[in-house]
């Protein structure tokens, strides 16, 4: 045993000022799936070390190609369903169990398990930058295990392409109810034909506009999520999240919304946290959870090249940061955020899909010269906050934000930040905001004056009401030329409450920030 763990510690010593985040898997507890809900996904016996490998690359052939869910075959459903069922049959003591595949994300992503070597110090890859690199390695593991049950070493999960017209409805084998892809924890009303709501709030009229108006607003929103707002590393891949950090609770673009919108729009209204996908801890055990975050893979693979890799972390406490999961030889493998960063080595591709939200930069609502003078009688009117304030978001809120800072190089982006959120409750929350606004009937993402969301799914850690403050940062660089406010000595800065729980929510203030 003493051999064990010392095998188990010396490799993850972070000593001295390397701040790599990894995973004490003796260390596991019960945590919060939601505020109101203590859940126990330990694996069975994790106070016993286990010796572990480091990850090697995989033979560079055969190539897995990852295929659009909407497009899949007869033949391959049919094998996937083989795959899947006999995951769903191995006992619960095999880590290759659909169960224990499913458990994972609720141990990684509520808190169960503490950061190494630091006693107490709870570790979550949500609304951080471990997001992409950690879910990335659990759908490759998840991949490569389900090929191995049937003996196909080319088995490739296919991606629920949410962000192309055709892919917008759940893919129909998912909600076949004869197969093992069907999951009965799901909003049934949002079955094909409905057109998934990736800016979805379960408050909404639902469903918001028809599918053809559900498609552009779409579009619309996938340009703001991936283009416009995510022109600078953070503000796409999340806060800045190391060993020991207690700070860092800022998602990137695509984690706030269409994930989490999405998590929100397939889990069933039925239960009180929109179960299973509505919620971390359950989320994976839903099967379209792997289609959905194959989507989220990928996307991170089409930011970067969109980018010409230009915005790619190098910090080294990010490369080395690991996590630990069981391979198909029932292996537990030690793989690094480093060994993840190009998928050619990991052995598959995605299937070229077109990126028609490329061309759908929105326009403004009402003409900018229009829209100011509409602004400047507003706000001789009625009074408007400052930017310094504490208020409860109860109700739509327009404040005067000054912009005497200016950029100081051209290649700044500057930000919007909303911070010193604090959430109370159980439910999700969900607020938009917007910039300059001045026809409240227009309030919708294929306007230009929609500027991001704030999407939050509750629960997580040891304390399931903690009150930790939070930041939502949006770039709004393009936004402002668009609207010809680049110029403007302050802007107005909108928020709307898109779900009645925004009455829990509390916020400090909002400022301008600009990120180099």
């Not at 869910?69 to 899947?84: D, G, Q, R, T, V």
């Not at 499913?102 to 609304?127: D, K, P, V, W």
């Not at 507003?378 to 930017?387: A, G």
Request: with cysteine.
């Amino acid at each position: 045993m003493l051999e064990k763990l010392q095998q188990w510690r010396k490799p993850f010593n972070n000593g001295g000022k390397n701040l790599a985040i990894g995973p004490n898997l003796t260390a596991c507890h019960s945590s919060y799936g939601r505020p109101d809900l203590l859940v126990y996904c330990c694996p069975p016996g994790f106070q016993t070390p286990v010796p572990f490998t480091d990850f090697k690359f995989p033979d560079p052939s055969p190539v897995r190609v990852r295929r659009p869910a909407h497009l899949l075959n007869e033949s391959f459903i049919a094998k996937y369903n083989k795959a899947l069922s006999i995951m769903k049959s191995l006992p619960y003591d095999d880590p290759r169990s659909f169960l224990r595949q499913a458990n994972l994300h609720c141990q990684f992503c509520t808190g169960a398990y503490e950061m190494l070597n630091r006693s107490g110090s709870e570790l979550n890859i949500h609304r951080t930058w471990m997001f992409f690199p950690w879910h990335r390695m659990m759908i490759y593991f998840h991949e490569r295990i389900l090929g191995s049950l049937i003996g196909d070493d080319t088995f490739a999960l296919p991606f629920w392409a949410w962000d192309i017209p055709d892919g917008m409805t759940i893919p129909d084998f998912y909600v076949d109810e004869s197969s093992p892809f069907f999951h009965s924890q799901r909003d049934f009303s949002h079955f094909p034909p409905r057109v998934a709501d990736l800016d979805y709030s379960p408050d909404d009229n639902d469903p918001r506009f028809d599918g053809k108006e559900q498609t552009e607003t779409n579009l619309a929103f996938m340009y703001n999520r991936m283009v416009s707002g995510a022109k600078k590393t953070e503000l796409f891949m999340g806060c800045t999240y190391k060993a020991g950090d207690k700070n860092c609770d800022s998602p990137g673009t695509i984690e706030s919304a269409p994930h989490n919108t999405l998590h929100t729009w397939i889990g069933s209204g039925l239960n009180p946290g929109r179960e299973d996908m509505g919620k971390f801890y359950s989320a994976a055990k839903d099967p379209v959870f792997y289609a959905h975050h194959s989507n989220i893979d990928r996307l991170w693979e089409v930011w970067r090249d969109i980018n010409d890799r230009k915005l790619d972390i190098d910090d080294s406490d990010w490369l080395n940061s690991f996590f630990l999961f069981y391979d198909e030889n029932l292996n537990l493998v030690k793989i690094k955020v480093k060994d993840v960063l190009d998928i050619t080595k990991l052995g598959y591709s995605y299937e070229e899909v077109a990126r028609p939200w490329l061309s759908h930069r929105p326009p403004p609502s009402v003409p900018p010269e229009q829209a100011r003078r509409i602004i400047k009688l507003k706000q001789n009117e009625s009074p408007v906050f400052s930017s310094d304030f504490r208020r409860v978001l109860d109700g739509k809120l327009t404040v005067t934000v000054n912009r005497s800072v200016k950029r100081e190089k051209v290649d700044e982006e500057e930000t919007v930040v909303v911070y010193g959120i604090v959430v109370r409750g159980n439910e999700y929350v969900k607020f938009d905001v917007y910039v300059n606004l001045s026809d409240d009937t227009k309030m919708n993402p294929k306007f230009r004056e929609f500027a991001g969301t704030f999407a939050y799914i509750p629960g997580g850690g040891l304390g399931g009401h903690d009150l930790k403050k939070m930041k939502l940062k949006l770039g709004i660089s393009e936004l402002l030329k668009d609207l010809k406010a680049d110029e403007d000595e302050s802007i107005w800065v909108t928020l709307v409450p898109r779900t009645t729980s925004c009455s829990n929510v509390s916020i400090e203030g909002i400022k301008i920030e600009y990120i180099k």
